[in-house]
């Protein structure tokens, strides 16, 4: 993982850290022995800090095969790329953001006629397609998902919207208990 023209990562990363930054990779469970693999430490030190995150909620245990794994936390995932867009974007932002959104997905069921994804999933397996047309098919797919994910995304960015930014303001309004 480190660039070798820069020396070794373990030379300027704790083992720690280089968990921590393997973690952040993880695209399905993955086993702890193989996260420790990946960051060069040992499977106690893996163990410990993977301990360590699920603590703290940002990863989840699970088992694949009897063996003990560990995979990003899906719900604290959601809250941050929510907390981020919030962080990013004013609520008009998000607002032209939805609208774009939207737009997208109504010329996607115009274009193939259809009223929603899973009626265009039924045509896919329904329809006689070449394996040209079949592979369009499937990016079309790929990119109404990312439509559909990103559109649940914003909406709740901008449910949450006042709240987030009401917590995450400094309080003017309180004293100071060090006056």
Do not use: C
Not at 24 to 29: H, Q, S, T
Not at 31 to 40: S, T
Not at 42 to 57: M, N, V
């Amino acid at each position: 993982m480190g660039d070798p023209t820069q020396g070794s990562w373990t030379d300027s990363i704790s083992g720690r850290e280089r968990v921590r930054r393997v973690v952040e990779l993880l695209e399905e469970p993955t086993p702890v022995q193989e996260v420790a693999d990946r960051a060069e430490v040992s499977r106690a030190t893996a163990d410990d800090e993977l301990q360590r995150l699920e603590s703290d909620d940002w990863i989840t245990e699970t088992t694949i095969d009897g063996t003990k794994a560990y995979d990003l936390n899906p719900v604290r995932m959601l809250f941050d790329e929510v907390t981020d867009l919030i962080a990013e974007h004013s609520r008009d932002e998000l607002e032209g953001q939805l609208t774009e959104l939207k737009t997208e997905q109504e010329e996607l069921t115009a274009e193939y006629d259809v009223d929603s994804l899973a009626e265009f999933r039924e045509q896919l397996a329904a329809d006689e397609l070449s394996a040209e047309e079949l592979r369009e098919r499937r990016n079309v797919i790929a990119t109404w998902e990312a439509i559909n994910t990103e559109l649940g995304l914003v909406k709740h960015a901008l449910q949450l919207y006042g709240d987030v930014v009401e917590l995450s303001s400094p309080r003017t309004d309180s004293r100071s208990t060090f006056a």
